[in-house]
């Protein structure tokens, strides 16, 4: 009960300012959507490269794989608040506070998951209002945003391992950019199909490939490894859980 | 005279070390661009199937892109560091010596632009490993290495620009999203006369940067392509002699003795 | 009682990376409603003492009980049972603070709806009110130290640490925060744990004084047995005329041994501060006319100096 108080307050405090902060919001919001415009409008093009056969069009294409970047950015930028409240000591103030510390982990957690719920809604309109076709069905949609979510959760815990572990600003780029790499390295613009040489190899092991492969299956309506995408990202989840609170017994210890 | 030019170049090279001792300002322009070079020649190769596509070798065709984010570093590196001395009291302790202010905008500029050298001299290094070979042969790289210079020098002023009237670095970050946005709605990715959604050809068509791609792309893919050569040249002058022209009116303010 | 409000350290040792011990094996014993000052120079270990007793940093060696529950095994009961104000006032710029106090009554899982009474009453309490719904990134130093000091009683602690509260406060601040603590400890029965680098606050304020040094208690007890056990006294008598100056000693000599004086005449008085009457007395009873008289109380920086060989007076914050 007292951990669910802590999460709860350290998530109000970290969406309080992030919807209070126009230099915020307004970046959360820009930058999916700007990716969304940039790729679904500058690449549409590829659609009519041979062998690309996505019934439901390049802006549906995209806004899958726009989606679950918003969802791990979503988690990253929540990392980098969490590694300031290190460097300006208000993390100390939590740690004081909250009676069962892991509540914190979890506050800034359901922060980041809220915090995407708001850029997903917001992009999901864009995209409806740019006519992006959807060939699912009634389960189809919340299944993907579902698969985003647990991103989401694998990115902010493993934001929050990082952030905790170096307690500084420092720690942004070393946060990012694995969250980057892993995201790009996945079939981003093509099927993976129409990958070839080094960077198909690397798509076949990426974890995301499952994920954003059944994604755009949820959207086209013929849904793909549902179960190696879901497990996958929750395997992910849980993983970075388990870093997440590694970090913050670090942090214990460190003072 | 001595004296003008021993200020310019111990400030160039301060601004060169301040940068070299911060690996996070030294690696990252080097390493980012190579990286996302990488992930779109890999994602992005099925392009050059496309009817139209001017190369058969997506590396070679992207290979602009760091050049034209180098101008990106130069803007972020030459404001940062002056808005951080305005910041700090560094640049009303020079006010009171008897320094002139060209040589302070000078010293700044020069040491961006080296970096922007070194970066440009490393992309194509990468390049020459992975297999691009500039159409325009080694005259062609010395002009890429001018129009790196050029960029640096041109974008650079538009940063301390910012700096000098803003005083504030996180003014001069606030630059980062714009430019980002420029590359971007460019024909960064794909020739202009292949983007199929209309509003955003033209976008590409309206946006400057555009120019500087295809100039440093004809350089790479086609050869001597004079009016890819003009557009870019001119471009870039425009540019630089806005960004001079701006910092060099602000800096009187700013260093009001 | 179980949980007594006591604090009890057992040679608390915390060594750190490539480092000194900062801390060497402190014992400390805080009673139930006690005012305990820890005072010390820069990096003597008062606020890596705090840390530890405060579950923020765990100690290298040692054992440590809070509140009648260990640092260690019982954290969470601990935390429950302290406030603490630590040296940074750590607050968010963004948030006001009413707002800070909400978030801090949430996090000690107060019930949802005294949160805004409980928030508004130490406002008022710490002079706050005015503030309350403005953004802390314009508050001054002393409005932080006080809402810093509102937030670590939101929970109704027990027990109270404040690492050097009053440093950076102008004098009508720290007079204040003065106030308020002895109030806490009298009214409320809360034990305080206080860190400082003030010899006037521990003075003023601490029941009992712990001095620091290196890492090690090296001296502890009560200001004015800290003070007796090193020394009487003085009493300084300027005569009026030079000519004085031999009769005035002769008075002295009684009272004492006769200690240098740069302006009159000083003797320490080996019966304490009750000797003062007496030499008053002798002195008129003598005839002699004293243009100036004052009695010099030992000082904590004597008691200091006498334990450490160095001054307390103008060292920095730890």
């Not at chain 2, 009817?51 to 972020?76: E, N």
Request: net charge neutral; proline share 5%; with cysteine.
């Amino acid at each position: 009960m007292r951990n669910l108080s802590v999460a709860r307050a350290v998530a109000w405090r970290t969406l309080h300012n992030v919807f209070t902060n126009p230099g915020l919001v307004i970046p959360q919001l820009a930058f999916p959507l700007f990716f969304f415009t940039a790729f679904a409008g500058g690449l549409s093009h590829i659609h009519d490269v041979r062998g690309f056969a996505y019934p439901e069009g390049y802006t549906a294409f995209q806004f899958v794989f726009v989606l679950l970047q918003s969802a791990a950015f979503g988690g990253v930028f929540t990392g980098f608040g969490i590694a300031r409240d290190f460097e300006t000591g208000f993390a100390r103030r939590l740690l004081l506070a909250a009676p069962h510390r892991t509540g914190i982990v979890s506050g800034y957690a359901l922060a980041a998951l809220c915090r995407w719920l708001v850029t997903a809604a917001f992009l999901t309109c864009v995209a409806f209002a740019v006519g992006m076709k959807v060939g699912g069905h009634g389960v189809d949609l919340p299944a993907l945003y579902l698969l985003a979510a647990l991103v989401n959760a694998a990115a902010i815990l493993w934001a929050c391992g990082v952030a905790m572990r170096l307690r500084s600003m420092q720690a942004g780029p070393i946060m990012q950019m694995p969250v980057f790499l892993v995201l790009f390295f996945a079939p981003v613009y093509v099927p993976l199909g129409l990958l070839t040489g080094w960077i198909h190899a690397v798509a076949l092991v990426n974890p995301l490939t499952r994920v954003l492969e059944a994604g755009r299956g949820f959207v086209a309506g013929s849904p793909t490894e549902v179960a190696a995408a879901y497990g996958a990202a929750a395997g992910l989840a849980v993983l970075f859980s388990l870093w997440a609170v590694r970090g913050l017994r670090k942090a214990e210890a460190a003072g | 005279m001595r004296t003008t030019v021993d200020q310019v170049a111990l400030l160039a090279r301060r601004s060169v070390l301040r940068t070299w001792r911060n690996p996070a300002a030294t690696i990252f322009p080097l390493v980012f661009p190579m990286l996302l070079l990488a992930v779109n020649s890999g994602g992005l190769r099925a392009e050059t199937h496309l009817p139209g596509f001017p190369t058969k070798s997506f590396v070679a065709f992207a290979l602009a892109v760091p050049f034209i984010q180098g101008a990106l570093f130069a803007t972020m590196n030459a404001g940062t560091d002056l808005a951080r001395d305005i910041e700090s009291g560094f640049m009303s302790r020079l006010s009171l010596t008897p320094l002139r202010g060209a040589a302070l905008l000078a010293g700044q500029l020069g040491g961006v632009i080296a970096l922007g050298l070194v970066q440009a001299c490393f992309y194509l290094a990468v390049g020459f490993v992975v297999g691009v070979r500039p159409a325009a042969g080694v005259g062609g790289v010395a002009v890429l290495l001018v129009f790196a210079a050029l960029i640096a020098l041109a974008f650079g002023s538009l940063g301390a620009t910012i700096a000098i009237r803003t005083g504030s670095t996180e003014s001069v970050q606030s630059l980062f999203p714009v430019f980002f946005v420029f590359l971007f709605i460019s024909s960064m990715n794909i020739p202009r006369n292949l983007i199929s959604t209309r509003w955003f050809r033209d976008a590409a068509t309206a946006n400057p940067v555009s120019y500087l791609l295809e100039c440093v792309r004809s350089l790479i893919i086609t050869g001597w392509n004079g009016e890819a050569l003009g557009l870019g040249f001119g471009i870039l002058a425009v540019i630089g002699v806005a960004g001079l022209s701006s910092a060099a009116a602000a800096l009187p303010r700013r260093l009001a003795r | 009682m179980d949980h007594p409000n006591t604090i009890e350290a057992e040679k608390l040792v915390r060594e750190f990376k490539k480092g000194p011990r900062a801390v060497d094996g402190i014992d400390l014993h805080v009673d139930a409603g006690e005012i305990y000052g820890f005072l010390g120079p820069n990096g003597a270990g008062k606020s890596t003492t705090v840390l530890m007793l405060t579950t923020l940093l765990p100690p290298t060696a040692g054992a440590a009980r809070v509140g009648g529950y260990d640092v260690v095994r019982e954290g969470p009961q601990v935390r429950a049972n302290i406030g603490a104000a630590l040296q940074e006032a750590a607050l968010d710029p963004l948030l006001t603070g009413r707002e800070h106090l909400r978030l801090q009554a949430a996090l000690q899982a107060l019930p949802r709806e005294e949160r805004g009474p409980r928030a508004a009453e130490l406002l008022d309490r710490v002079g706050l009110t005015e503030a309350a719904d403005r953004k802390v990134r314009g508050y001054s130093g002393g409005m932080k130290r006080r809402l810093d000091l509102a937030m670590a009683l939101v929970h109704r602690p027990r027990i109270l640490f404040l690492d050097e509260p009053t440093t950076g406060l102008d004098v009508q601040s720290r007079t204040a925060l003065w106030d308020e603590v002895g109030r806490l400890a009298r009214e409320d029965g809360v034990t305080v744990f206080l860190t400082t680098q003030y010899l006037e606050e521990a003075d003023v304020l601490a029941d009992r004084v712990g001095i620091i040094d290196h890492g090690r208690i090296v001296a502890e007890g009560t200001p004015d047995a800290l003070k007796a056990e090193i020394g009487r006294p003085t009493v300084e008598v300027i005569p009026l005329g030079e000519d004085g100056r031999g009769p005035v000693a002769a008075v002295l000599e009684r009272f004492g041994t006769l200690v240098p004086s740069s302006r009159g005449i000083a003797v320490r008085l080996e019966g304490g501060e009750a000797g003062l009457a007496e030499v008053v007395r002798a002195l008129d009873a003598a005839g002699v006319h004293v243009a100036q008289l004052e009695l010099h109380s030992p000082s904590l920086d004597d008691v200091f100096l006498a334990k450490t060989g160095r001054s307390l007076e103008g060292h920095g914050a730890e």
